[in-house]
């Protein structure tokens, strides 16, 4: 069972644009987390917020969380042609991760 | 460096054998989890062990099996009973069971090919 739905499935934007990607889901959760992963790699994690947070910022990355709406969103800021990759959001319950399908981000040099 | 490792890094498969796919680590991490990849479907759970010697199915057990004799070792394999297995295998562990702090450690993955 897929947990997280990411938005928009696909992403493409200029060098220096910023980039917003939106992550919905169904269930309580314990924290949400994003990862990155370049193709034909494993994924990397980039960022968890916990429940109880709403806000977490990790260098170009900036996290939001909101419970109420059951959903996040990871911005990145002022973005690089290797920030090209998929993003992942996985929502963490039960022990388990549960994770989206991903985003697909083009960053044009 | 710590890490985890995944090898073969691209697996052939005949129809009806049964092949075993490596994931080592070297993190002291308590709980490894595999996760398979097709396009478009995202990551799906197969197997998690949070402990030596124990392990769970995930959504998408069937066809395969697993088992945790050492804490740096979690082994999977793709049984003639899996109809459809080609797809890109993903270990990853994490320092805790609950992950509530911790993030997973992902290996580069396996591509297994049925021929």
């Known amino acids: 069972s897929q947990q997280g739905e990411e938005d928009p499935q696909a992403l493409s934007i200029q060098e220096g644009e910023n980039a917003t990607m939106n992550c919905s889901y169904k269930t309580s959760i314990n924290n949400l987390q994003w990862y990155r992963q370049n193709s034909g790699r494993g994924l990397v994690h980039l960022i968890l917020?916990?429940?109880?947070?709403r806000e977490k910022h990790s260098g170009r990355l900036r996290v939001t969380l909101d419970t109420s709406k059951k959903s996040s969103s990871l911005l990145i800021t002022a973005s690089r042609a290797a920030d090209t990759a998929s993003y992942f959001c996985a929502t963490g319950a039960n022990s388990k991760l549960t994770f989206g399908k991903g985003i697909t981000l083009s960053v044009r040099p | 460096d710590g890490g985890i490792t995944q090898s073969p890094k691209y697996l052939f498969r005949k129809e009806g054998q049964n092949v075993t796919l490596s994931c080592e680590q070297n993190l002291n991490h308590d709980a490894m989890y595999w996760y398979r990849q097709d396009p478009g479907q995202g990551l799906r759970l197969i197997y998690y062990?949070?402990?030596?010697?124990?392990?769970q199915k995930g959504d998408i057990a069937e066809g395969y099996s697993v088992s945790r004799e050492k804490k740096e070792s979690f082994p999977l394999t793709v049984t003639s009973a899996q109809k459809n297995p080609t797809a890109f295998y993903l270990c990853?562990?994490?320092?805790?069971?609950?992950?509530?702090?911790?993030?997973?450690?992902f290996g580069s993955g396996t591509r297994l090919t049925v021929v």
């Open positions: 917020i916990r429940s109880n947070e």
């Open positions: 062990s949070q402990i030596v010697n124990d392990f």
């Open positions: 990853a562990s994490s320092a805790g069971p609950t992950h509530t702090v911790y993030g997973y450690t």
